[in-house]
């Protein structure tokens, strides 16, 4: 059985920073490309992160360039996503999705809360 599972999320302050873990399990890690999302309240689900499955590639949403870092530990088959300088507008649902081949999967999610 393929199990997602994120965690990390909280309540932080504007500027803080928070890492979040995505451990995924029974399947191939290293085949799985991953990406993170998101999605606040009354908003469409945005793509925030993505990571090829080496590591060697990741591509990020326009407003988190600069400030969020994804990477991935294939021994412990784990992607994290790092998040720096949080803004108000970061508080969200985010998900993990893991995708080897033709098959994806997600995670339940875990909030992040950005407020003062």
């Known amino acids: 059985q393929v199990q997602v599972v994120e965690s990390g999320g909280g309540l932080v302050h504007p500027v803080g920073s928070l890492r979040l873990s995505c451990a995924v399990s029974?399947?191939?890690?290293?085949?799985?490309?991953v990406r993170w999302y998101r999605q606040a309240p009354g908003k469409e689900r945005e793509l925030v992160a993505t990571?090829?499955?080496?590591?060697?590639?990741?591509n990020y949403a326009d407003s988190v360039q600069g400030r969020f870092t994804i990477s991935r530990d294939n021994a412990k088959k784990t992607v994290y996503l790092q998040m720096n300088s949080l803004k108000p507008e970061d508080t969200a649902v985010y998900c993990c999705?893991?995708?080897?081949?033709?098959?994806?999967?997600w995670g339940q999610g875990t909030q992040v809360t950005v407020s003062s």
């Open positions: 999705y893991a995708r080897s081949g033709n098959v994806a999967y």
């Open positions: 029974g399947v191939t890690f290293s085949s799985c490309a």
């Open positions: 990571i090829t499955t080496t590591g060697d590639t990741t």
